[in-house]
Structure formats: structure tokens, C-alpha cells
């Protein structure tokens, strides 16, 4: 299938005059294989269609919001009731109260709530909210971690300044030794400790999260009085009903939300236990539509929705399918590929790919063919999914390794991809 985009490409020439760079930020399209649209005129279910009308089964989800499926009609008639009757007013409306209560009826270790719009907002109070507990400065983060686009986290260092991150200390994920290192390394000045429920990190492979891992983190900062805090941006929802770390049986102090929790509407949460309520209520944290109810209104329905739904379940037995599918149909075409994760959150990396120019090639085929996956970022799978679609993306993919049996000699890494790899901190 050849895909017109005269419309995407007249859009992206005019976005270069009027938009830094033509895009910014995990939006732009620059690094992704050079069929891939930058603009989507409208989203479904699990479809979206872009500027020029083509339509793809999407397994990026807006890269984790849509949860439920795009343009859910239960979760849109809450919002659209709410919008009716006020959204960014002067003070907040009802609605916060009850979604606080909801969230704190739904996640183990919540005490409180406190909502913002991005993931960024809530990992930046949290470790906010742990300096001010402790009265202690160093941050510990999995060395490759993602917690948003602020300062003191942001994967690419230009406009922060080493200061930035003076008291961050890196540890490797799910190795208990180099945290303990790490925990050395803070002296007498630990004030938490960031960890993501299972290593999402782009580029590399996933893994699931080392119980004995998890609870040595809880340990240390029960030993040394600093909080612990699961940054479920990007996770939330998608594994559990809970906080993600409930499936290792380890309760954090604090957990950051965003992405799913509103299926789409803006807005994100940082959660706490009463030990972290004193600290949390000491500090001065705003934005002018951190109130707005709409969003509020569409993160209660969605709460509703995950409690009272199998939408996990039916999930995770499509995207498992798709998983199988797509491994076996890999290995009869003689592509070795690794998919990790959770099968809802999959990662598909090739062997032998370490400019991931065979992905790119499978990505762009598969696009061709109006899947839309991506080549090196964990993709998300909704609820909308339908066995008929797993039976179109694993044709695609067939299709996708079949062609690429062909082109694989002439496959070439891709330039923007490589300067991104080698600008990040
Ligand atoms: N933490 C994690 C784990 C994330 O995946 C993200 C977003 N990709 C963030 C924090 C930041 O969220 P936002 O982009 O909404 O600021």
C-alpha cells in the first residue's frame, strides 16, 4: 500500500517556519522512519487517521494516554457534562474532592492526592516533596530512567546546567549492589530514591521489575527515613488497578500518575502516604489549570471504568496473541527479534541491530501496511482492541518480514536518529 502525504508534508514545511525545529519533544517525527506522519486529523478506538486520511491501527496510544480507546464515549459524556457546567474557574469544582477519594480508595499505599497536568509536574514535587520530608538533598535514579522534561531529569542536557543535577546520583536498575552504592554514595544527605515499576527505558530491552530489588528499596529508606517513590507515568494503570508496584509487594511512599488515568484529558496526579502528607503540604506547588474540572470529571469516569471493567484482562489476552504472533511469524521468515515487558507495554527490538536499521525497515513496512508501531519506545495497547484487529497487525506483519527479506542487504541507519542518540545526557 503506498500511503499519500502531500497534506503531512505541506504542514510540516509550514510548522518549520512557525515551530522550533518543525516539532519538538517525543512529538516530532524526525527520528522516526521518514514515512512516519507528524499529523493526525482525527483518533478512534484503537485507529487513528492522519492529516492525509490514512488510517492505522495505532499501538502508541498518544504514547500511553489512551487506555481505553480514543474518544471513549462514557469517559467524553463526563467530560462533555462537565464542560457544561464550568472547567478552569476560580477555585476548583466538586469533582476534585471525589476523584482524590477515588484514587486514594483505589491505590494501596495513597493517604492524599494532589493533581497537576503532566507526568513532569508530579515527578518534580515528588522529589520536591522528599527534600522537604528529609530536609536532605540527593535523589537517587536508575542510571537511563525516564522522569520527564525538567531540569534535574530531562534525557538531553542542553539549557540545564551541571548544577541541575549536583545532588542526583544514578544507580543500575534491578541491581541491588550498585543502589547500595548509590545509597553510599548520598552519605548522610538521602532524601529518596525514584524508581520506574519496570525498566521502560527506549532503546534498550525491558525487565520486569526484581522483587528482591524493590523491597531492598523500601528498605533502605525505611533504615535511612527517606521516601520511596514509583514514577507510574508511563506504567499506571496498564499492568494494575493499583500502583504498579503492588504486583512485587512493595509500597512506595509516593507515585507519580499521568498519561492513562483520564484516558486523555490533561491531567496528572502525584499520590502519598500519610507519612509524606506533612512534607507534601509544606511545599508550594500550582499551575493555573492544575483546577480545571473537565479533565477531572473524564479521570473519574476512567477510574470507574478501570474498577469496574475486565478492560485489563481483555487487553492483556490480545496483546499476548499479538506477541505470539508476531514471534512466530519473525522466526519463520528467520528474524531474530526480543519482545519485552509487559505484552500490553511491548518493546520489539531485533537482533544484530545496534543502529536499528532493521527495525526502522520492519517499522516502515509495517506503517505501509497501517500498523503503527514504534522502533525503539515501548508501545501501549488499549482496550479497544478487537481479535480482528490482532488478525491485521499480525498480517502485517507477515507481510512486513516478508518484504524485508528483500530489502534487508540496502537497509541504512537513520541520520536523525543517530545525532539523538548522541546528543542525550
Ligand atoms: N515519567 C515517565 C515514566 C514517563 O514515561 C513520562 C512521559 N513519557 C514522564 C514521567 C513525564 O510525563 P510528561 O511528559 O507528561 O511530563
Not at 462537565?82 to 476534585?96: I, K
Not at 520506574?196 to 529508606?221: G, L, N, T, W
Not at 544484530?352 to 509495517?366: P, Q
Amino acid at each position: 500500500m503506498s500511503l499519500s502525504n502531500s497534506r503531512d508534508r505541506a504542514l510540516r514545511e509550514r510548522a518549520e517556519a512557525v515551530i522550533p525545529n518543525g516539532m519538538y519533544g517525543h512529538q516530532s517525527v524526525r527520528t522516526l522512519p521518514d514515512n512516519y506522519p507528524q499529523f493526525f486529523a482525527k483518533a478512534k478506538g484503537a485507529r487513528l487517521w492522519d492529516a492525509d486520511g490514512n488510517e492505522y491501527l495505532d499501538f502508541m496510544c498518544g504514547y500511553g494516554p489512551n487506555l481505553l480507546g480514543y474518544a471513549h464515549p462514557t469517559v467524553d459524556a463526563a467530560a462533555a457534562r462537565q464542560q457544561q457546567l464550568g472547567d478552569a474557574m476560580t477555585g476548583p469544582a466538586p469533582v476534585m474532592v471525589e476523584l482524590a477519594e477515588k484514587f486514594v480508595s483505589m491505590v494501596g499505599h495513597a493517604d492524599w492526592a494532589i493533581f497537576c497536568k503532566n507526568g513532569t509536574d508530579a515527578t518534580t514535587m515528588a522529589m520536591m516533596a522528599a527534600r522537604a520530608y528529609a530536609k536532605k538533598r540527593k535523589i537517587l535514579v536508575a542510571k537511563g530512567a525516564y522522569h520527564g522534561s525538567a531540569p534535574w531529569c530531562t534525557p538531553r542536557p542542553t539549557g540545564t546546567v551541571p548544577e541541575d543535577r549536583a545532588h542526583s546520583i544514578t544507580y543500575i536498575y534491578n541491581d541491588v549492589s550498585s543502589l547500595e552504592a548509590a545509597v553510599i554514595a548520598a552519605g548522610d544527605d538521602l532524601a529518596g530514591i525514584f524508581a520506574s515499576p519496570f525498566k521502560h527505558d527506549a532503546f534498550v530491552d525491558q525487565q520486569m521489575p526484581d522483587a528482591a530489588y524493590a523491597k531492598r528499596a523500601r528498605e533502605i529508606c525505611d533504615e535511612r527515613d527517606a521516601l520511596l517513590i514509583v514514577d507510574d507515568v508511563r506504567a499506571g494503570f496498564r499492568i494494575a488497578r493499583d500502583c504498579s508496584w503492588s504486583l512485587v509487594g512493595v509500597e512506595p511512599d509516593l507515585s507519580c500518575w499521568g498519561k492513562a488515568i483520564a484516558n486523555g484529558y490533561p491531567i496528572s496526579a502525584l499520590l502519598g502516604s500519610n507519612k509524606a502528607r506533612a512534607a507534601a503540604s509544606r511545599l508550594y506547588v500550582t499551575g493555573s489549570y492544575w483546577f480545571a474540572a473537565v479533565a477531572m470529571a473524564a479521570s473519574l469516569a476512567t477510574l470507574n471504568e478501570i474498577q469496574n471493567t475486565d478492560y485489563l484482562e481483555r487487553t492483556q489476552v490480545l496483546a499476548t496473541r499479538l506477541r505470539e504472533g508476531i514471534a512466530k511469524s519473525a522466526q519463520s521468515h528467520g528474524f531474530g527479534i526480543r519482545q519485552s515487558g509487559p505484552a500490553q507495554m511491548p518493546l520489539i527490538l531485533f537482533d544484530d541491530d545496534k543502529d536499528f536499521r532493521i527495525g526502522y525497515g520492519w517499522a516502515s513496512e509495517m506503517l505501509k501496511r497501517g500498523v503503527y508501531v514504534h522502533p525503539w519506545h515501548n508501545m501501549f495497547m488499549c482496550a479497544a482492541l478487537t481479535d480482528a484487529d490482532i488478525d491485521q497487525a499480525l498480517d502485517a506483519a507477515e507481510g512486513a518480514f516478508k518484504a524485508m527479506k528483500t530489502s534487508r542487504a540496502s537497509l541504512k541507519p537513520h541520520p536523525a536518529l543517530l545525532a539523538m542518540m548522541a546528543s542525550r545526557a
